[in-house]
């Protein structure tokens, strides 16, 4: 997702918020934002993260992790989110999705760009852009 | 396998941002037209 972060205004209009989610303590989601705000400006300096595209959100209970389904409970580090994307609708209901394999396998920007744009427009996502 | 599938509604949660704020789920998507979210399992 760091590519997402830095490509996000390419592929998306400002009226798409992004919501990140995981079971991290907030002190390592600040942590997480300075690295690669950080690592953004010193390889991308005219890319702005400012402010930063992702509201991240901590779970520590995994209470919203697993009442999405998203749990790795077989994890090494206990149970973390697997990771999956969602687009969502302002009513809350799920009009994309992409159910990653493993953590490098990361929707399309352009994919995930267009659903959510097409969401943004109340229309429904591009039926050549599915999800996974 | 995530559970939660297209068509499906997101439940309900009270989660907090890394700054402390409140985020109360479903009432975050009435922010905006269309919300990505990402589950992730940290240092992405």
């Known amino acids: 997702m760091t590519a997402f972060v830095y490509e996000w205004e390419r592929y998306l209009e400002g009226n798409v918020q992004i919501l990140g989610i995981s079971v991290e303590p907030p002190e390592e989601g600040k942590k997480l934002l300075e690295r690669v705000t950080r690592d953004c400006q010193e390889d991308r300096p005219h890319i702005p993260l400012d402010p930063y595209p992702v509201r991240l959100l901590t779970d520590p209970d995994a209470t919203l992790i697993r009442a999405c389904g998203t749990e790795n409970e077989g994890h090494w580090a206990g149970t973390i989110a697997a990771p999956v994307t969602f687009v969502i609708d302002p009513s809350g209901q799920v009009k994309w999705a992409y159910v990653s394999g493993s953590a490098a396998d990361q929707p399309s920007l352009v994919a995930l760009a267009k659903a959510a744009s097409a969401v943004a427009a109340g229309q429904l996502p591009p039926a050549d852009y599915p999800g996974k | ?44």
Do not use: H
């Not at chain 2, 949660?13 to 109360?24: H, P, Q």
């Open chain 2, 1 to 44: 396998m995530a559970k939660l599938t297209v068509g499906d509604f997101f439940p309900a949660a009270v989660l907090r941002d890394i700054d402390g704020i409140v985020v109360d789920f479903p009432e975050v998507f009435k922010a905006a037209p269309a919300t990505v979210g990402s589950f992730y399992r940290g240092r992405w």
